[in-house]
């Protein structure tokens, strides 16, 4: 029994007309009238003054357009129409039209309308209006599906999901929603023992995910953002461009997205290991689900439109691209769910030698689907295990076997973005992802991450370098607050406060008094100084042209001044090449003082970095500023030269005032912060390019009790710590069990004491690498490892 339809009252005291309105209007899910207090003859219309003529108002609809796309057309329209509030005649009229079951005529004549609305009124504007609400309303259901429908295909695929190990710094220099859509995926995945089982190769198109999602997030959110202000707005001049531009990007993410999923359900299929169920649901699919290549096509058309300004068939072809990737994104998530419960829940068929199919009795599966739910329920990610139970119970209507065929035909309905029960699949999935119950975990605070055992060793590893490093060149260790008033900060960061959470993000060394010099040089006013040294401070992400447009436009720069800043800031290269060439005879900088005097300090550190063979790494930059107020002196920045490209992972320079600000005297000082996350990726991608595994602790020794002797093990484990050695102990019978943590954690050696080794007073010592074991008396064992692990 369907659910009832919703009444759309247009017109009343604080309504509102939503994408997600339009879209019910469209597909018959709702009906509309119109509020009383606009109604012809009402008390509020007749008082209003009557307008003193009428005219009519004639338009066309495109005729490949769909009856989705004229019924929100004419609906906006009407909403329009209320909105100028003098054209309650034609509305009336409007409203008529809409009451019929069909709508087949494309051209129609609206009378009654207020002799100065025909002039405004611009029926395509409406419709790309119209159609644009009807599209944001399906992208938001569609990043919703496609992030459940792409969990369960990585389940069903054992995908490796390393990709999705994002956070979002908080500094802008990762991808905030391709960090959230990893976010959510791991509440799909938690618990999971499907995903990272398979092969350790990872898939383009389970890769892109985080990526593909992220982008379609933002782009729906802008869609979103133009077409929630245009609904209620009255007729205006210029708006089919505007939301084009969210449209044409909206087209090729969906493009994008539907490759992906397409790739993914192909996969999926192919994973199935009845081959029977596989050889029918291929066949099924290459008749049924739309092709990849097909979006390109679409998607090239959508621009030609554009490019030639058809506002009406762009928006219609972006709109049917829409549908395309629905159905393919629908038939993943056929793909992917079958894949993962099919050979539980379909009648099995068999084919006999003769090549006919028959149905297999079934009379042991009855037996066994308890067995196998429970078990699915341990390996399935506990998201992910929720859809699925739910899918089931909407499916099944508590049956265990059916046809695959009439399981698909039930599937795809319930996937069907216009059937009235497609919104009960939304929320299930909406509230998997955001009530957390499927995970109780803590939701981490911005800019934050948790480390796992193995990141735990990396991150120990970077600090104990760093350390390292830092106690060779005599520096001594303190500590200080994790957070500082914000005062405190804000007072010598300027304009450039967002830096304190933010690092730059340069390939350099440069010079604060040098830098001044410059300016005063190419004729920029002492006051400004700060703030163009802003401007030139983005350098590293935006062109000259878009610097220059800030400096001349924004801060009242004269634009001859800017240009000369251009020759300076493009001066980079070997320190003391550039440093000569700067300090050559009639050179402008040595006219200045700050700046003479900042090369004399540069050519004292370069030649110091010289002989301390150094200065092959580094580049003298002059569009380097540093843009925080304190820096008096040198200013460099640090980056990786390798293929993880993580900005800068050390940055800072000389101040010679900002402790004094602090404390009773004035010390000088060199200060440098390192962007320790990003040394964290670039060690974590390092170990992954080269294959390496992480151990997660430094464990030596494995102590096996083969039994239930909790005494015996911490008796035997405790003589191995009072040496020094680095020790757990583990208790059960099965040997295997033993074996399999040592190599699963990697530890070099065991110590596997059994009820014959008791009896002979001996341990078996097993190298556990070169899987050979031997036997030594009990009383050698502390020194025997000690050996063992010296020569290693």
């Given amino acids: 029994m369907g659910k009832p339809l919703l009444n759309l009252n247009l017109g009343g005291k604080g309504y509102t007309l939503t994408p997600s309105s339009v879209f019910d209007f469209s597909v018959g899910l709702a009906r509309v009238s119109i509020d009383s207090s606009l109604s012809r003859g009402s008390s509020s219309m007749s008082k209003s003054p009557r307008p003193a003529a009428a005219a009519t108002f004639a338009f066309s609809i495109p005729d490949y357009y769909s009856s989705e796309e004229i019924r929100a057309s004419l609906l906006v329209l009407l909403n329009k129409l209320l909105l100028s509030s003098s054209s309650s005649a034609a509305a009336t009229q409007l409203l008529q039209i809409l009451d019929q079951d069909a709508l087949t005529s494309s051209d129609y004549t609206l009378t009654g309308v207020a002799s100065h609305d025909p002039s405004l009124l611009d029926f395509p504007t409406v419709a790309v209006d119209a159609v644009s609400a009807l599209l944001d309303h399906c992208s938001s259901a569609l990043s919703t599906l496609s992030d459940a429908v792409a969990a369960l295909s990585c389940e069903a695929l054992r995908a490796d999901i390393s990709p999705f190990n994002l956070i979002d710094s908080g500094d802008g220099s990762s991808p905030k929603d391709a960090a959230a859509v990893a976010a959510d995926f791991k509440v799909f995945f938690n618990g999971s023992k499907l995903v990272n089982s398979g092969k350790k190769v990872t898939e383009p198109s389970v890769a892109k995910i985080p990526s593909l999602h992220g982008s379609f997030r933002e782009i729906s959110r802008l869609l979103h953002s133009k077409t929630r202000v245009q609904l209620n707005s009255g007729f205006r001049a210029g708006s089919a461009e505007d939301i084009s531009t969210a449209l044409s990007a909206l087209a090729l993410s969906l493009s994008s997205l539907g490759e992906a999923s397409f790739h993914r359900a192909q996969l999926a299929t192919n994973s199935i290991s009845d081959a029977v169920l596989r050889s029918r649901l291929s066949e099924l699919f290459i008749a049924e689900c739309p092709r990849a290549d097909s979006l390109v096509g679409m998607y090239i058309s959508a621009q030609s439109a554009l490019i030639n300004k058809g506002y009406l068939s762009f928006l219609h072809i972006v709109y049917e691209l829409f549908d395309v990737v629905w159905k393919i994104v629908s038939w993943e998530a056929v793909a992917a769910f079958i894949s993962l419960e099919g050979s539980d829940i379909f009648i099995q068929k068999t084919q ?15 037996k066994t689907d308890k067995k196998s739910e429970k078990k699915r329920k341990v390996v399935s990610g506990k998201g992910t295990a929720a859809l699925i139970h739910f899918i089931k ?30 919104d009960d699949l939304l929320v299930k999935v909406k509230e998997i992802v955001e009530s957390n119950e499927s995970r109780r975990l803590p939701k981490l605070p911005k800019g934050t ?18 350390t390292e490093v830092f106690k060779r060149h005599d520096a001594m260790a303190l500590d200080t607050p994790a957070f500082e008033l914000r005062e405190t900060l804000m007072g010598k960061y300027g304009e ?231 020790a757990t102990f583990m208790i059960n019978k099965r040997v295997m069990k033993h074996i399999d943590r040592a190599i699963g954690s990697r530890i070099p050696f065991m110590v596997i004491v059994g009820e014959h080794e008791l009896s002979k007073g001996i341990v078996k010592l ?6 050979n074991e031997f036997e030594i008396p009990r009383s050698e064992l502390v020194s025997e490892l000690q050996r063992r692990l010296k020569s290693q």
């Avoid at 991450?449 to 760093?466: T, V």
């Avoid at 060199?670 to 390092?686: D, P, W």
């Avoid at 097993?766 to 899987?771: E, G, H, P, T």
């Fill in 496 to 726: 450039d406060s967002k830096l304190i959470y933010d690092l730059a993000d340069q390939v350099k060394v440069n010079h604060r008094k040098l830098l001044d010099g410059m300016l005063a040089i190419c004729g920029v006013p002492q006051e400004k100084f700060r703030t163009i040294c802003s401007s030139i401070d983005k350098l590293d992400k935006q062109t000259f042209d878009q610097v220059k447009r800030e400096m001349v436009d924004e801060k009242g720069l004269m634009e001859d001044i800017a240009d000369k800043i251009g020759t300076f800031v493009g001066l980079r290269g070997s320190p003391l090449e550039l440093l000569s060439k700067l300090n050559q005879k009639g050179s402008e900088f040595l006219a200045n003082g700050e700046a003479e005097l900042a090369l004399n300090e540069l050519e004292t550190l370069f030649k110091a970095l010289e002989e301390s063979k150094c200065i092959s790494k580094v580049v003298f930059d002059l569009s380097l500023a540093r843009g925080l107020d304190y820096y008096t002196g040198v200013i460099f920045e640090t980056v990786f030269k390798g293929d993880a490209q993580v900005g800068s992972i050390a940055a800072g320079g000389r101040y010679d005032n900002l402790i004094g600000m602090f404390g009773t005297k004035q010390v000088p000082a060199v200060g440098i912060s390192l962007g320790i996350e990003r040394v964290f990726a670039i060690m974590e991608q390092i170990q992954k390019d080269k294959n390496q595994d992480i151990r997660a602790t430094e464990t030596q020794v494995l102590v096996s009790i083969l039994g239930d002797d909790l005494s015996l093990g911490a008796k035997v484990v405790s003589e191995l710590w009072e040496a020094k050695l680095k």
């Fill in 449 to 466: 991450r948790d480390f796992a055992k193995e990141q735990m060793a990396i991150r120990e590893k970077a600090f104990a370098i760093i």
């Fill in 352 to 366: 006999g030698d003769n090549g006919n199919v028959s149905e297999s009795s079934g009379k042991d599966n009855v």
């Fill in 393 to 422: 119970a909407k499916l099944l209507s508590g049956t265990t076997k059916t046809e695959m065929e009439n399981f698909l035909r039930d599937f795809l309905t319930l996937l069907n973005l216009r059937f009235s029960g497609f």
């Fill in 766 to 771: 097993k190298d556990v690498a070169a899987a």
